[in-house]
T-cell receptor, first 110, second 115 residues
Framework: GIQVEQSPPDLILQEGANSTLRCNFSDSVNNLQWFHQNPWGQLINLFYIPSGTKQNGRLSATTVATERYSLLYISSSQTTDSGVYFCAVFGSSNTGKLIFGQGTTLQVKP | GAVVSQHPSWVICKSGTSVKIECRSLDFQATTMFWYRQFPKQSLMLMATSNEGSKATYEQGVEKDKFLINHASLTLSTLTVTSAHPEDSSFYIC???????????FGPGTRLTVL
């Protein structure tokens, strides 16, 4: 099956810093989603991004499907950005199943 | 829009009892619902996929007689953990979509502790 790898596994930032999180996947995918899991466990949809670039406030994401990776950019980080960031892909079998990476744990210090 | 709720948000039960968790899509019709399990500091593991009116499809290694899933309507799916044991303690999360590779929206999760 498809393998999804995220890097780095852990990241500590000072408030105001920028960061880039990476998601590599091993095969063709129909789509890709980025999520933020807050400290209470809620998964929040950030981006649904099969290809190209999208921006939402301080966050942006780019997926290069032909090279099998996606990047999540966080600019001017805030303490509320802390949590775990997951990318998840839909396999090409069109089953709707999401395959999750292991996540990047981000801690933003004041 | 696209809100998914779960109830209860946390539950503590005794070993051997059964626990039911509800997942509702509040403002859209969910053709497909998914149930995940998450252990501390780990990623989400898909347990099963359910389509409204059909039997759930379980992932390899998930006991279908232990984790009963019912998707009786386009807005409600339930997961029943039968004869719960301490090793079933985990964070259970549902998601809902309008089918295919459409965006999945996640519920807030249910933390189950079995004593």
């Amino acid at each position: 099956g498809i393998q999804v790898e995220q890097s780095p596994p852990d990241l500590i930032l000072q408030e105001g810093a920028n960061s880039t999180l990476r998601c590599n996947f091993s095969d063709s995918v129909n789509n890709l989603q980025w999520f933020h899991q807050n400290p209470w466990g809620q998964l929040i949809n950030l981006f649904y991004i099969p290809s190209g670039t999208k921006q939402n406030g301080r966050l942006s994401a780019t997926t290069v499907a032909t090279e099998r990776y996606s990047l999540l950019y966080i600019s001017s980080s805030q303490t509320t950005d802390s949590g775990v960031y997951f990318c998840a892909v839909f396999g090409s079998s069109n089953t709707g199943k999401l395959i999750f990476g292991q996540g990047t744990t981000l801690q933003v210090k004041p | 829009g696209a809100v998914v709720s779960q109830h209860p948000s946390w539950v503590i039960c005794k070993s051997g009892t059964s626990v039911k968790i509800e997942c509702r899509s509040l403002d859209f019709q969910a053709t497909t619902m998914f149930w995940y399990r998450q252990f501390p500091k780990q990623s989400l593991m898909l347990m099963a996929t359910s389509n409204e009116g059909s039997k759930a499809t379980y992932e390899q290694g998930v006991e279908k007689d232990k984790f009963l899933i019912n998707h009786a309507s386009l807005t409600l799916s339930t997961l029943t953990v039968t004869s719960a044991h301490p090793e079933d303690s985990s964070f259970y999360i549902c998601s809902a979509s309008q089918g295919g590779t459409d965006t999945q929206y996640f519920g807030p999760g249910t933390r189950l502790t079995v004593l």
